[in-house]
């Protein structure tokens, strides 16, 4: 992808001591971004994130928000350990699954850099810990491949398949198969059991 | 559901009321056979009905509507008098009605049997004249008008004056033209009015008023009923000009429209008629507008869901600022007490704000009441009983979405109690009762929430025959045996019932398990009473509304609980001798002398760092469905309204909790359920 997908100023044209004259000149400009003519091909874009040491991919359309580590995570009674909790998202209560926990991998540590995607599957809002947040990326269909069974960590049932994009795979998950409401439904069903009576 | 016309809404809207208006005036009318009032009623509904659908283009339920109010003109008149038949019959169209708009939204299909049905009685009825409706809402082409008055009938002037943006708002004249052309001879003149020159017309107003002289066999109420419908906003007038001679003599003679008579479509500029044809005669008496002059306003129920949420969240930030400016009043103390000051006031605002739109969704109960009665009415005919349903405190305010959610669980209580609580009038009779069987449906408020008790005073439930019942179905040892009052808690299981064939009127597999579920959904309390002999109550208790909750706030460990207040009887630090463990029934409290279940949250939720020895600990004595127990936290920390989040918008229904709620500092707190816990 050499061409300038989206047509700009040129860097000559800014002007550092005017900040503002700058940012006018993009209000000028009408700005277009054409992907298909920059991307040459049918495609989805996928924000990029790291679970140990593999490189995960989602699609973007599927993705609400990014935000940092919440300060409080409150414990639901029942739930699987890698259901880690519910949150506060401005007033939304939503869940947050740690994706490691979820995929069998040794629980990672949290920090300041640690992300949770707030992904929007239906009409529901559900959060995903991850390790942290890499690039977007464009992902043209003609470059995804289906998955080799054991070639990757985590279960192949919650993947659409890889890609090798920019000399590197990127797997893309299934998040729409990860809270479906067969999956949920098994999650709530685990809850029951521990929770009713002695 | 298809995405409706607004007009069409607007239909469906108005007919819902009308439903439930029409069945009001019959039940009264079939106590009451000489209420005329209550024939004009079902009259006016079936004729708005007629003329709406003819509007929205439902022809043949217009023309079905068309064909009963036939019927209720001969019963206004007196040629027919109102018999239970009738009333029934009548009944039974408007479920005919019903099974129209549920056609139209795509919930069911139209129940052409009964129709045919009913509109074969109706022919029967009227003697033999076939019903068949004339056409509706069709233009024709007019023959040549017939001047000639009727041989017997009246001769009426109507002034028609419509408002000037009848057009812009869709309105059309003709149909109200073509409408009084049904009831007899009509000549219409079309005036000029306020028609301005080519240059300054403007097409889509309306300048033109119309005249019209209607010969007709019809009285003077039915033309007037005609116009009622198209009344909105316009300017009507009509008067008897000549009629039957004996009500001649009591009106002023009137000069009749003498104009060239031109019928449809409006003619060119015509002469404008005789001031005299204004002349006052005794004025047509008031009309009633169809639409009140509304003081009120339809809202859709989304829309205040959406300000409910609103407001919600405004109140959870307004807790989250205090808290700040606490923060801030340890640093600053001046600035403090300013924002201290600030943080008040706003919070009076935010709370009045939040009680006003909880007002707003509030509606009466009546409406869930009233159609009870058909309820009750239509079954007891069928099976014979004599069944009276009293009605106490339908003005007793709820939650519209409570209200609604009600309304199942209500009916099959009510349907339970005639099923299976009230007895034949001869089982009556032989047990000393007076053969009507009476069931009672009572509202009231009581500590901030709704009670809605449900009594008949049937055959009650006996606690043995329920034993012996739960313990063929396997619910219930063979050797088990339970108090009085735990047997009556049997008929809560699910997949119980006392009668070997499912009834058709209680439905299969709708046991009363579903409306404790249901009720407890709403995070509501059921009661049962009942007396061998002497009849039984329930008693349902509903918070007044779903989105805030009365809730006290309890510590377990590191985490805040949120228990509602609705079931919390009492909290207190029990002594250690107050615990006991026995065998077969786990650690129990003792407080005076009842002995309660003891549970153990933080075992059950698996909390960490909480307290286990409750004589160091409290315990919260809470109550669902005639039972009591404790359960064992840390602290009370707070008791305060919290706004109700719901776990299934986002996740799912998680067990042991009924919800969650925000607390000031932004964390979120699980609030439990009582039923599911104890």
């Known amino acids: 992808m050499t061409e300038n997908p989206m047509s700009l100023p040129t860097p ?91 995929f069998e991998m040794p629980a990672g540590e949290y920090h300041r850099f640690t992300v949770v995607i707030i992904v929007q599957i239906a009409q529901k809002c559900i959060g995903i810990i991850v ?51 067969e999956e949920l439904g098994r999650i709530a069903r685990h809850g029951t059991t521990l929770v009713e009576g002695n | 559901m298809p995405q409706l016309s607004g007009l069409l809404e607007e239909f469906l809207e108005e007919c819902e009321d009308i439903l439930t208006d029409l069945e009001e005036a019959l039940l009264i009318l079939e106590a009451e056979p000489d209420n005329r009032a209550q024939v004009d009623r079902v009259f006016r509904g079936f004729h708005t009905i007629k003329g709406g659908a003819g509007i929205v283009e439902l022809g043949e339920l217009s023309d079905y509507a068309h064909v009963v109010e036939g019927l209720l003109e001969q019963l206004r008149s007196g040629a027919l008098a109102s018999t239970p038949e009738i009333i029934t019959l009548l009944l039974q169209a408007t479920d005919v009605v019903k099974s129209h708009l549920q056609h139209v939204v795509g919930a069911g299909d139209i129940n052409h049997e009964l129709e045919t049905q009913t509109l074969q009685a109706v022919g029967a009825l009227q003697g ?25 009938g009246s001769v009426y002037l109507l002034h028609l004056r419509f408002h000037p943006d009848y057009l812009k708002q869709g309105g059309e004249p003709l149909l109200l033209l073509e409408e009084l052309e049904q009831l007899g001879t009509a000549l219409a003149i079309a005036h000029p009015g306020t028609v301005p020159d080519l240059e300054t017309l403007d097409p889509d107003t309306l300048h033109l008023w119309w005249s019209v002289q209607l010969h007709s066999e019809r009285p003077l109420e039915d033309i007037q009923n005609v116009l009622m419908f198209f009344e909105q906003d316009n300017d009507f007038s009509v008067e008897l000009v000549s009629g039957p001679p004996d009500e001649t003599a009591e009106q002023a003679l009137i000069a009749q429209g003498d104009s060239p008579a031109i019928s449809e479509p409006p003619p060119p500029v015509e002469p404008p008629p005789p001031a005299a044809a204004l002349q006052a005669a ?61 943080v008040e006031d706003h919070e009076f605002s935010i709370r009045e704000l939040q009680d006003q739109i909880l007002q707003v969704r509030m509606v009466a109960l009546e409406h869930l009441f009233m159609p009870m009665r058909r309820t009750v009415r239509d079954y007891a005919q069928r099976h014979d009983k004599q069944i009276r349903l009293s009605i106490k405190g339908a003005d007793t305010e709820i939650d519209k979405s409570i209200s609604e959610q009600l309304h199942g669980p209500l009916v099959h209580v009510v349907r339970n109690a005639m099923d299976h609580g009230i007895e034949t009038p001869e089982e009556r009779q032989q047990a000393g009762k007076p053969p009507e069987g009476q069931i009672q449906l009572n509202a009231y408020h009581q500590e901030g929430y709704v009670v809605v008790e449900i009594r008949d005073d049937g055959r009650g439930i006996d606690p043995q025959a329920i034993q012996a019942s739960a ?82 706030l309890v510590r377990l460990g590191p985490q805040t609980y949120t228990i509602p207040l609705l079931s919390v009887i009492e909290s207190l630090q029990p002594k250690a001798t107050q615990v006991k463990h ?32 409750p004589a160091e600990a409290l315990v919260v004595v809470v109550q669902h469905a005639n039972r009591k127990s404790a359960i064992l936290v840390d602290e009370i920390l707070d008791q305060r309204p919290v706004v109700i989040k719901n776990l299934e918008d986002n996740f799912i229904q998680v067990s042991g909790l009924a919800g969650a709620t925000i607390l000031g500092q932004g964390e979120v707190s699980f609030i439990l359920d009582i039923a599911q816990l104890t």
Do not use: W
């Open chain 1, 12 to 102: 000559e044209a800014y002007q550092p001591s005017n900040p503002l004259a700058t940012l006018a000149m993009f209000d000028e400009q009408e700005l277009e971004v054409d992907l298909e003519a920059a991307y040459g091909g049918q495609g989805t874009q996928l924000i990029t994130f790291l679970l140990g040491e593999e490189r995960y991919g989602v699609e973007i359309v599927k993705i609400r928000e990014l935000i940092s580590f919440p300060e409080t995570i409150t414990p639901i009674p029942g739930m699987p350990k890698y259901v880690a909790g519910m949150i506060n998202l401005r007033g939304l209560v939503i869940p947050v699954v740690d994706l490691r926990l979820r």
């Open chain 2, 128 to 152: 033999g004249k076939t019903a068949t409706p004339p056409p509706q809402e069709k233009p024709e082409p007019e023959s040549a008008p017939a001047a000639a008055p009727a041989d017997t």
């Open chain 2, 582 to 613: 026995l065998k077969g029934r786990g650690e129990l409290v003792e407080i005076r002398n009842e002995y309660l279940p003891l549970i153990r949250l933080h075992q059950r939720f698996g909390v960490d760092g909480a307290t286990t020895n």
């Open chain 1, 131 to 181: 390790d942290s947040v890499s690039d977007v990326i464009f992902l043209e269909d003609e470059h995804l491949q289906e998955i080799q069974e054991d070639s990757t960590n985590i279960d192949s049932e919650f993947l659409k398949g890889v890609a090798c994009v920019r000399e590197e795979m990127v797997i893309l998950l299934d998040v729409e198969r990860l809270f479906s409401p």
């Open chain 2, 282 to 342: 005794p004025e047509a008496p008031k009309l009633d507008t169809l639409t009140s002059l509304t003081q009120s306003i339809r809202v859709n129920v989304d829309r205040l869901d959406r300000l409910q949420n609103l407001v919600g969240e405004t109140v959870i930030n307004h807790a989250r600022l205090h808290q700040i400016v606490e923060k801030l009043a340890e640093r600053d103390e001046e600035l403090g007490e300013l924002l201290h000051q600030f």
């Open chain 2, 471 to 552: 313990r063929r179905k396997g619910l219930l040892a063979a050797e088990q045996q339970l108090e009085d009052s735990e047997a009556l808690h049997l008929v809560f299981a699910p997949g119980f019932s006392t009668r070997a064939e499912v009834s058709e009127v209680s439905g299969r597999g709708v046991g009363m398990d579903t409306v404790k579920r249901e009720i407890e959904g709403m995070l509501g309390t059921v009661q049962l009473e009942s007396e061998i002999g002497a009849g039984t109550t329930l008693r349902l208790r509903l918070p007044l509304t779903l989105a805030i909750l009365e809730a006290m």
